[in-house]
Structures are given as structure tokens and as C-alpha cells.
């Protein structure tokens, strides 16, 4: 039972314009959500977060938006670099964080 | 500050040995969890450790099992390992439990044949 979903293994995007990945989850208890970003042969990073009592969460060229009544939320990178190109992972966590569900991840690749 | 390190890197088996893998957290990072990452699959959460206790675990078999001590560092263990158990193997360190963000080591890729 996959509670958090990620539906597109993989995304080509040109360098300059818009990413988009999305992810979706189905329990409707999860409080807080994160974005990580993984590079071949390390460990994922945070890249960023939002509460479920926000619907927007920017930083620099990252923004995270929530849609709870969809249950979906999407990380856009504008504008989209190679250096971005790598497999981000969604999350999600209730229960004050004490437990994050991840998702299998979509692989992004930035062409220049 | 030194990040989360994890040892050995690689490691290769075969079916029906165990297999026991290392991690030390971010200095001063209390909660270690450990997670399985295979293709498709993404990061499967195994369990998690808080003040030398196991505080939740995952839906894997009770083949894997870990430990922490005193020092926050944590072990893992897979007794009778399967082919399906070969993966990465990550753990995340953050500060104390309610902690959101989650610092990753590089992993362990453990291969068994």
C-alpha cells in the first residue's frame, strides 16, 4: 500500500524552463511534507518543506505547492538547471514526524 | 560538523548469510532510522531508533533488526539473507524525534548472490 506516489519515474526538461514533479499521497493524516533531492552514489538532501497548513512554500528557484483536497503537492524548479538533474523523492509525515513514508523517487534530467 | 557516515559502502553476500551495517549520526543527532531503497520502490522505511530504543518500525520480516548504543551510533542486521534483500541501505540521523528534516548517509549497497 503505497501512501505516498509518485506516478512519473522519470522527467526531461530543458535547461531555463519549468520543471514540475508531482506527487500524490492517500492519507489524509499526514501534517507535513518534504522534498529531497539525490545524487548518484550519495545519500538524499532536503531541498524543502511545507506544513499542511500552508498551500506554498518558496525558496529561490524551489517552490512546493499543496493541494490537500486533492491530496497532491508538486515541486517546481524555475528556472531548471543541469546541475538539477538528479531523482527527487517525495515525503510525507504525521504523527509529529516520528514516521516519514518516502516515495520511489522521479529522476529528472536537465539537458543544456 | 561531520555528516551521517556509514560503513562498509559496498558488500556482497551470499544467500543465507547475515550481514550487520554501521552508522554514525550527525554529532549531537539523537533518532537514527534506516530505510531500503531498491528501484521502483523508493526509500522503505525499516525502523527507527531514539535513546538506545526501537520507537516504530516498518513492514519488513524479523530477519532485520538494529540496535543503537549509548553514542547514538546504530547497527543493522539481516540474518539469512535472500536475493531480495539486496539494495541500499540508508540511514538518517536528525536531532530528536518530531525532528522533520532527516540527514542522510551515503548509503550502503548491499549485494547478495
Known amino acids: 500500500d503505497q501512501q505516498v506516489k509518485q506516478n512519473s519515474p522519470s522527467l526531461s526538461v530543458q535547461e531555463g524552463r519549468i520543471s514540475i514533479l508531482n506527487c500524490d499521497y492517500t492519507n489524509s493524516m499526514f501534517d507535513y511534507f518534504l522534498w529531497y533531492k539525490k545524487y548518484p552514489a550519495e545519500g538524499p538532501t532536503f531541498l524543502i518543506s511545507?506544513?499542511?497548513?500552508?498551500d506554498k512554500n518558496e525558496d529561490g528557484r524551489f517552490t512546493v505547492f499543496l493541494n490537500k483536497s486533492a491530496k497532491h503537492l508538486s515541486l517546481h524548479i524555475v528556472p531548471s538547471q543541469p546541475g538539477d538533474s538528479a531523482v527527487y523523492f517525495c515525503a510525507a509525515s504525521d504523527d509529529g514526524g516520528f514516521k516519514t513514508i518516502f516515495g520511489a523517487g522521479t529522476r529528472l534530467f536537465v539537458k543544456a | 560538523k561531520a555528516g551521517v557516515t556509514q560503513t562498509p559502502r559496498y558488500l556482497i553476500k551470499t544467500r543465507g548469510q547475515q550481514v550487520t551495517l554501521s552508522c554514525s549520526p550527525i554529532s549531537g543527532h539523537r533518532s537514527v532510522s534506516w530505510y531500503q531503497q531498491t528501484p521502483g520502490q523508493g526509500l522503505q522505511f525499516l525502523f527507527e531508533?531514539?535513546?538506545?530504543?526501537?520507537?516504530n518500525k516498518g513492514n519488513f520480516p524479523g530477519r532485520f533488526s538494529g540496535r543503537q548504543f549509548s553514542n547514538s551510533r546504530s547497527e543493522m542486521n539481516v540474518s539469512t539473507l535472500e536475493l531480495g534483500d539486496s539494495a541500499l541501505y540508508l540511514c538518517?540521523?536528525?536531532?530528536?524525534?518530531?525532528?522533520?528534516?532527516?540527514?542522510f548517509g551515503p548509503g550502503t549497497r548491499l549485494t547478495v548472490t
Open positions: 531508533y531514539f535513546s538506545e530504543t526501537q520507537r
Open positions: 538518517a540521523s536528525s536531532y530528536d524525534r518530531g525532528s522533520y528534516e532527516q540527514y
Open positions: 511545507i506544513s499542511s497548513i500552508k
